[in-house]
């Protein structure tokens, strides 16, 4: 293999990574549907949890516990504020180059929800 394939595989490889962790910030930062919860209302229901765990049959203990688990972690990522200004800057820099490569229009990276400024940002026209 050439030094000159090496390269391109290893560049292929840093765009794919750049690309992914654009996207999967980009879902993670999106807006759920229904009331935002907050972390009053999610310290509440912990509470609750713990009350009712004490009286629960060994199904709904096990359906508590995992309910317990997922507002933690609920909790924990409200404190994070995901940023994704980095991953969206490095996106940009990658985003033509791959999309070049791999055929990616501008209307499949709209319809996965990137912003038309950003792909504007990137270069990438919306003949693409």
């Known amino acids: 293999m050439s030094d000159d394939h090496k390269a391109a595989l290893a560049q292929g490889r840093h765009e794919s990574r750049v690309v992914r ?11 759920k549907r229904g009331r935002k919860r907050t972390a ?3 310290q509440k229901r912990l509470d609750k949890i713990e009350v ?15 309910e317990r688990r997922d507002l933690q972690d609920e909790f ?10 980095t991953a969206e800057a490095e996106f ?31 270069g990438i026209p919306r003949s693409l």
């Open 92 to 122: 940009v820099k990658v985003a033509l180059d791959y999309s070049n490569r791999r055929h990616i229009s501008y209307v499949t990276w709209r319809e996965i929800g990137v912003d038309a400024a950003v792909l504007k940002r990137a």
């Open 52 to 66: 009712e765990l004490s009286s629960a049959d060994p199904l709904n203990e096990l359906l508590l516990l995992q």
């Open 40 to 42: 009053e209302s999610i």
């Open 76 to 85: 924990e990522a409200l404190g994070s504020g995901a940023d994704i200004s």
């Open 21 to 31: 962790d654009y996207l999967e910030a980009l879902k993670s930062s999106k807006p």
